[in-house]
């Protein structure tokens, strides 16, 4: 199916969530995934020993409907910097030395990003690079708990708020 942008109408948010929740209801999304993924791999395209974690918000209208005709549920807001959003979230975990994302997973906005952590670590990940947001997963006890997930190393960016100029720091002149 094609859209000529110039002479047709783009389908509005409610029309592209009905279309989402087919492909998700279906498990279209994921057999599709799963397939390109099983190629890469028997391609030897993905590494195996690391991965970098990441999420990213999906916006969507604050009046986006299900099919009840209600508010979405899995639409909700969230707080990132001083911007609020609604909508979703998409989580993923990206083979470190290929760059190909190996796992995914969906969540409301409001989900924190280290709740997921333990969804996106392959088992034979022996590292994981991430932001700020996922400072401490090793201490979550989905992780520690986890015969594997424990023995892996986190490896995440320190809160920018967090970094302390010196004293005499006089700034860029």
Do not use: C
Request: charged letters at 25%.
């Amino acid at each position: 199916m094609e859209i000529d942008f110039p002479t047709e109408q783009v389908p509005d948010a409610t029309t592209l969530l009905h279309f989402h929740h087919i492909i998700k209801d279906n498990k279209i999304g994921e057999r599709l995934f799963n397939d390109v993924k099983g190629r890469l791999e028997k391609a030897g395209l993905i590494m195996h020993g690391g991965s970098i974690v990441d999420a990213t918000i999906i916006s969507a209208p604050s009046s986006t409907k299900n099919k009840d005709a209600k508010l979405d549920p899995e639409m909700q807001q969230t707080k990132k910097g001083k911007q609020w959003y609604h909508g979703m979230k998409f989580h993923s975990g990206v083979d470190a030395g290929s760059g190909y994302v190996h796992t995914i997973a969906e969540t409301s906005a409001n989900v924190h990003d280290i709740e997921e952590t333990a969804k996106l670590i392959r088992e034979y990940d022996e590292i994981i690079y991430g932001n700020s947001g996922y400072s401490g997963a090793g201490n979550r006890k989905d992780i520690h708990e986890d015969k594997h997930s424990s023995m892996v190393e986190f490896r995440t960016n320190i809160r920018p708020s967090s970094i302390k100029a010196a004293e005499n720091h006089e700034g860029i002149h």
